[in-house]
């Protein structure tokens, strides 16, 4: 499973848009870039997806270069309630399972 | 749509004791999972089920015993608790070949 790098936390003001960078060095042909979002007490929730150039929806969007070795997470105009902890996957849809790793995420609060 | 039900959603066992954590489906997914998760740390895979009758081991799954009863549930077994399984667990499920799992809301557990 491609291991995923990102930083621990990062602060914000809300109305800003805020950037989280993953790096995925060994990520295999056949893999999709996954950012799940949790907030305390709670279950991570699945929030964007992509495989290559850029994908939006509603909550987010998800930029990731050609070389696809590293993406970003691009929240706008934050809000308090975006406070929680973000996390990056990489998922293979391989088979039955499909088991996700998830590292420690980024843990991202915004202020007034 | 209930999603992925957890119960009971608060425990505390004492050291030895052994309990079930119950978790159940009503999306029609193929795969399950168990996680567990520890304070300022990632989810960590105990085991999961990627159909029906099928079982396998995740990263940590000393201590524990899981039964896929049907492709609904899959529950998790301790059967002699100890201090170091105090954590929050997480049950999630997956149709095969989508993005994105869904979580429950978890299972706080503490061994005294």
């Known amino acids: 499973l491609a291991k995923t790098t990102q930083p621990i936390s990062m602060d914000s003001y809300e109305g800003q848009e805020v950037n989280i960078t993953c790096s995925h060095n060994n990520i295999a042909t056949n893999d999709y870039i996954t950012w799940y979002q949790q907030f305390p007490s709670q279950g991570p929730r699945f929030i964007i997806q992509g495989y290559k150039t850029k994908v939006t929806n509603e909550v987010a969007s998800l930029f990731i270069p050609a070389d696809r070795k590293s993406s970003t997470l691009s929240l706008p105009r934050v809000s308090l309630s975006d406070t929680a902890v973000y996390y990056c996957?990489?998922?293979?849809?391989?088979?039955?399972?499909?088991?996700?790793?998830f590292g420690t995420g980024t843990q991202l609060k915004v202020e007034l | 749509n209930a999603g992925v039900t957890q119960t009971p959603k608060f425990q505390v066992l004492k050291t030895g004791q052994s309990m079930t954590l119950q978790c159940a489906q009503d999306m029609n997914h193929n795969s399950m999972y168990w996680y567990r998760q520890d304070p300022g740390m990632g989810l960590r895979l105990i085991y999961y089920s990627a159909s029906e009758g099928t079982t396998d081991k995740g990263e940590v799954p000393n201590g524990y015993n899981v039964s896929r009863l049907n492709k609904r549930e899959f529950s998790l077994r301790l059967e002699s608790a100890a201090p170091s399984q105090t954590s929050v667990y997480f049950c999630?499920?997956?149709?095969?070949?989508?993005?994105?799992?869904?979580f429950g809301s978890g299972t706080r557990l503490t061994v005294v």
């Open positions: 999630a499920s997956r149709r095969q070949g989508e993005s994105g799992y869904t």
């Open positions: 996957l990489v998922d293979g849809f391989t088979g039955g399972g499909n088991k996700l790793t």
